[in-house]
């Protein structure tokens, strides 16, 4: 009678299992099946076997390096930094899992992960090392990958506000540039006319300077949203980026005759963000508010309000637009889902706004009431100060 693959009978026993595998010769053949390189080594770190795979992998037949060492087979340093590790799971036990950077026989470089155990003899005593080689290159390529379309998605919804910005700050800068223009006449006249007196000369000269002073904001505003940004996470402070924005975003809303309201916490209200992103997410949220009241006959008004709730950051943005169908709530943080028409809306600045907030460990929210209104909320945790 043949074998038969009795369960039961072959697990047991220490060794039963194992001599089933070496009498039907199966350890080889299974092992030569797998597609991840396999090899094992004496406790002294002397290759005993590999698999095809493995051969494959370091270019060499399996009775080329039984009884060698790494040694024997690659450079002293390298061989260092694989005799150190072997060490390491002898001494510790237990499973090792490590990523290595190798180079393969045509030269190619490759990102492995080593998952390496130990066996014993029949005694219980440590016998050696085994091991596999996975090949990781391809997840670590579309890791990197991703990562990539995602600053590229972040660029490009950066880019879909420069043009919005572009008409605020323009609106902004000239209020300005008009007082002084028009006051700088004033005195002009007036100093020709040797009638210029010193209270209204510093009174001018103080209005001139608030004007500038607010061109100052405005440039310093844009500065802060120009930079590129670093991952950098910093104590920010929610009210201040909020001021910020509305400097620098607010006059798109008084063009357009809508109004904003703040409504801020008492207190400090510190934020571990990254103040140009959290910037951006809010612009998102304030462009987005803009086009959903533009169409709504009566005059709009957005609230941008901060509380503090279970010791989180709350930052609500709520308008009166025409809101939100129940179908697409959830739906609006899709990468590239719109309902503006083509050339208005990119799809792109709820999905941005998603994932910087998730990136400071937060959460945002929305809720609607269609002919009524949107609301989003961030959660962030607050800043140990
Ligand atoms: N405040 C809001 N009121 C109504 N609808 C909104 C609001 N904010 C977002 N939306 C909806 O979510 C969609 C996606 O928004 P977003 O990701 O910013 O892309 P875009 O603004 O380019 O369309 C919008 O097209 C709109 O349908
Ligand atoms: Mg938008």
């Known amino acids: 009678m043949g074998y038969e693959w009795d369960m039961n009978t072959n697990r047991d026993g220490n060794g039963s299992m194992e001599n089933l595998f070496r009498t039907v010769g199966l350890r080889k053949v299974t092992i030569d099946s797998l597609p991840l ?35 024997d087979l690659g450079p002293k340093e390298i061989a260092d930094e694989y005799f150190k590790k072997d060490r390491e799971l002898i001494r510790d036990g237990g499973k090792q899992v490590y990523e290595w ?41 579309a890791v990197l990958a991703q990562e990539k379309l995602q600053q590229q998605l972040l660029l490009a919804s950066k880019l879909a506000s420069v043009g919005s910005l572009a008409a605020g700050v323009a609106h902004e800068i000239n209020n300005p540039l008009t007082i002084i223009k028009g006051s700088v006449a004033l005195l002009k006249m007036k100093a020709s006319m040797s009638r210029l007196d010193t209270e209204q000369l510093l009174k001018t000269l103080a209005n001139q300077e608030a004007a500038v002073d607010r061109m100052t904001n405005i440039v310093n ?49 510190l934020v571990k963000a990254n103040f140009g992103k959290l910037q951006q997410v809010l612009m998102n949220l304030l462009t987005n508010a803009r086009d959903a009241m533009e169409s709504v006959a009566t005059k709009g008004l957005v609230r941008v309000q901060t509380l503090e709730q279970d010791g989180q950051i709350v930052i609500r943005c709520c308008d009166s637009g025409v809101g939100i169908e129940q179908d697409n709530l959830a739906k609006i943080f ?52």
């Open 101 to 141: 950077v190798v180079k393969t026989t045509s030269g190619e470089t490759r990102n492995v992960q080593f998952h390496k155990s130990l066996f014993n003899d029949d005694l219980g005593n440590v016998a050696g090392i085994v091991g596999s080689v996975l090949d990781i290159t391809n997840q670590k390529q």
């Open 37 to 71: 390189p396999v090899f094992y080594k004496d406790k002294d770190g002397k290759y005993l076997g590999c698999n095809v795979a493995f051969e494959l992998f370091i270019g060499r037949k399996e009775c080329d390096i039984v009884g060698k060492s790494v040694y």
């Open 221 to 269: 505003g844009l500065l802060t949203f120009a930079r590129v940004d670093t991952d950098t996470l910093d104590s920010v402070d929610v009210q201040k980026v909020i001021t910020d924005t509305l400097d620098l975003y607010g006059s798109l809303f008084l063009q357009s005759a809508l109004g904003v309201e703040t409504r801020f916490h008492a207190g400090d209200m």
């Open 334 to 385: 899709d990468p590239f889902f719109t309902t503006k028409e083509p050339g208005k809306g990119t799809g792109l600045g709820l999905s941005i706004s998603h994932s910087i907030i998730s990136s400071f460990g937060g959460k945002i929210l929305v809720s609607s009431e269609v002919g009524v209104g949107a609301c989003f909320e961030i959660y962030l945790p607050k800043a140990i100060s």
